[in-house]
């Protein structure tokens, strides 16, 4: 059984409930899947998961939440060449700009995505929250 990391922040809790559907793929798939906020990982956790999957909104101008993730994220970036990993968010403004960067970011690291990325403006619906679960089974 695979043992997989959900790690994400959330500010209105859009991608919270997103982190909950991934879990739920995870699950369905026969993964383990451990749930974590931002401030609760850090890099040296890296290894004890085969897959992590990153949630993050898009704040200010299209960036990463800079306070909590982006700290945590730049722990961990450096561990995360030939890990599978898998990303989501949600946004209110904008058209995924922040999105296609951290997949990029996250490709020169040599991580390897292993679905496509999953936004969303607002709160998850459910043709979105069935992309969720795809995402969370991809990595199981």
Do not use: H
């Amino acid at each position: 059984m695979k043992k997989i990391a959900v790690v994400y922040w959330s500010g209105t809790g859009n991608t919270e409930a997103m982190a909950d559907m991934v879990k739920a793929g995870l699950e369905e798939a026969g993964s383990q899947a451990d749930i974590f906020m931002s401030a609760d990982f850090s890099g040296d956790m890296v290894e004890n998961y085969d897959g992590i999957a990153f949630g993050c909104p898009s704040m200010g101008s299209e960036q990463l939440e800079e306070s909590e993730f982006e700290p945590m994220f730049m722990d961990v970036e450096s561990k995360l060449s030939g890990k599978n990993i898998a990303l989501f968010g949600s946004y209110g403004w904008g058209d995924g700009e922040w999105m296609r960067n951290w997949e990029d970011m996250c490709k020169e690291d040599g991580a390897n995505l292993t679905s496509e990325s999953v936004i969303c403006c607002g709160a998850p619906d459910d043709s979105i929250n069935d992309d969720l679960k795809n995402l969370g089974k991809s990595l199981a």
